[in-house]
C-alpha cells in the first residue's frame, strides 16, 4: 500500500486499513483469540469446530500437516509470514490508532448487515440455539477468521484471478461474478456434512445474500474488517442484540 503525500488522513486510512498488512494485523488476535477460547472450552465444544475451519484444516492434512495444534500452528506461522512480508505496505510506521477505526468499521458494518440481511429475506438466519453460549460464541469468532479465509480471501480472489487473467473478463464484472459465485458456494457450504443445517430456501437466500454483501465488503474494504464484521454479526445474534 502506497499513498501519494498528498493523500488526506482520512484517504490514508482507508488505503491502509484495507492493505494485506493492516488485514492480516488485525486478524491475528481474532485468531488467536479463537484458538484460545476452543483449547480452554473444548469440553463444552466437544470437538465441535467452525465448518470452514476443518475444511482448511482437511485441506492441509493432505499437504502432510495433520493434526489440530499442528494445523493452528501453521496457520500461526501464514499471518506471522505474511505480516512480514507485506511489512513495507506502510508508509512510514504502522499507525496503530487505525485498528480502533477499524474495529469500530466493522461493528457498523455487522450491524448493517444484520438489518438489512433481514429486511431483504424477512427471516432469521440462526434458529433456536443447540449449543450452549461457549461454544456458540467460539464458533461465531472461527466463522470471522476463517471462513473469510476461505469463501473471500481464497474463493473470491481465485474466481476474479480465473475471470479476469484466463477468461479475460473487465476487472468489475470479473469482481461481481466472482461475488455472486463465492456467495453461492458459502451458502451451500452450511448445508454439507453431518453437522450441516437442515436446506429451506429462507435460510439459503438469507446466507446467499450475506455472503453476498460480505463479498463486496472485502473487495472493498479487505480481509480483516470483514473477518470482525463477520464474527461481530454473529455475536449479535448470538446475543439476541440483532
Known sequence: MRSGSGASPFQHYLLASRSTLYSALLALPLFLLYEAAALLFRQDMANIRNGADVLLKQILGLLGIGGLLHVSMA???GLVIVI????HQAVGPIRWHY????LGESLVYAVGLGMVVSYIVQSI?????????PAQIIL???AGIYEELIFRVILVTALFWALH?????????AYALSAVLAALVFSGFHYVGALGDVWTWPSFLFRFIAGL???GLYITRGYGITAYA???YDLLVTFKAL
Open 84 to 87: 512480514w512480508i507485506n511489512r
Open 140 to 142: 461465531s469468532l472461527g
Open 165 to 173: 487473467r484466463l477468461c479475460r473478463v473487465s476487472r468489475v464484472p
Open 125 to 133: 438466519l440462526l434458529g433456536p440455539a443447540s449449543m450452549n453460549l
Open 75 to 77: 496457520m500461526l506461522a
Open 213 to 215: 454483501v460480505l463479498s
Open 99 to 102: 485498528f480502533p477505526y477499524m
Open 230 to 232: 463477520h464474527a461481530l
